[in-house]
């Protein structure tokens, strides 16, 4: 069986409340749209890399390092919302990815595994999970991941799940942190973009309950890499110092 055919989108929108014009944030000298989509191209899986933006400054500036960019409409509430307008008028591609624009650090490993997870014709969404530290067990900044024997899983939260009833039982449970990156078949992110926000999404805020509310399993690929997302004009240094120490 050939591998289905998968497209990365990275949605970039240039408003922003806590940085504006994040996409275009210099770091290390290149804007930080041009990290993640160099990123994508490193990880050699997918047949075409499109940044999915809303503003022009932003499509020129993808088209002058070489990249493809598609204008979307600014009414899109969301990322998932911007690479399902990408996506519906595509049907030829089977598999979409969504990687977020302001991970300038994301793993091209992680990224293979994700689109490797479609190999298997069952598997309808997925996204990745990583092992979670002690420190961050107690965090809602940090999302957990509950996963089923087959990697599929069983719930998202910001809060430390599973409970260990008895302390003596905790090293039979491992402990997964969610990594926000997501893949689609495209009739299930068509659909996705379709429904309706969920009760337990708008409790936890996380929109990927919405797919387990609506019985769209999602299966886990495990990776231990990690990024830096950068979410105010102070993470560009974080993200800098990072690179060097690689």
């Known amino acids: 069986m050939s591998a289905p055919r998968t497209v990365a989108v990275i949605p970039a929108r240039y408003a922003s409340t ?21 990123r994508c191209q490193e990880a050699g ?26 204008m979307t409409s600014p009414e899109c509430a969301t990322g998932t919302d911007r690479v399902a307008e990408v996506a519906r008028a595509r049907p ?3 598999v979409w990815v969504n990687v977020q624009g302001d991970e300038p650090l994301v793993d091209p490993a992680s990224l ?17 999970a990583r092992p979670l530290e002690a420190a961050e067990e107690n965090s809602p900044h940090v999302v957990k991941a509950v996963l089923a024997l ?10 430390t799940v599973p409970f260990i009833r008895e302390p003596g039982e905790s090293g039979a449970v491992k402990r997964w942190a969610h990594l926000g990156l997501y893949g689609y078949r495209r009739n ?15 409790a936890e805020k996380l929109e990927q309950l919405r797919a387990l509310e609506h019985g769209i ?14 979410d105010v004009p102070e993470d560009v240094a974080r993200v800098e110092a990072a690179m060097r120490d690689r």
């Not at 087959?150 to 809060?159: E, I, K």
């Open 188 to 202: 299930t992110l068509l659909r996705l973009a379709e429904l309706s926000a969920t009760p337990l999404e708008q």
């Open 150 to 159: 087959n990697g599929d899983a069983l719930y998202f939260s910001r809060s």
């Open 18 to 38: 806590r940085f504006p014009g994040k996409p275009l944030a210099l770091i290390a000298g290149r804007p930080m749209i041009e990290h993640v989509w160099r």
């Open 112 to 128: 293979q595994v994700l689109a490797g997870l479609f190999a298997d014709a069952s598997v309808e969404m997925g996204t990745l």
């Open 217 to 230: 399993r999602i299966r886990c690929g495990r990776v231990t890499g990690r990024s830096v997302a950068v």
């Open 92 to 94: 030829e591609v089977d």
């Open 45 to 70: 899986v997918f047949h075409e890399v499109v940044v999915a933006t809303d503003d022009i400054r932003i499509q020129e500036t993808v088209e002058r390092f070489g990249g493809k960019a598609v």
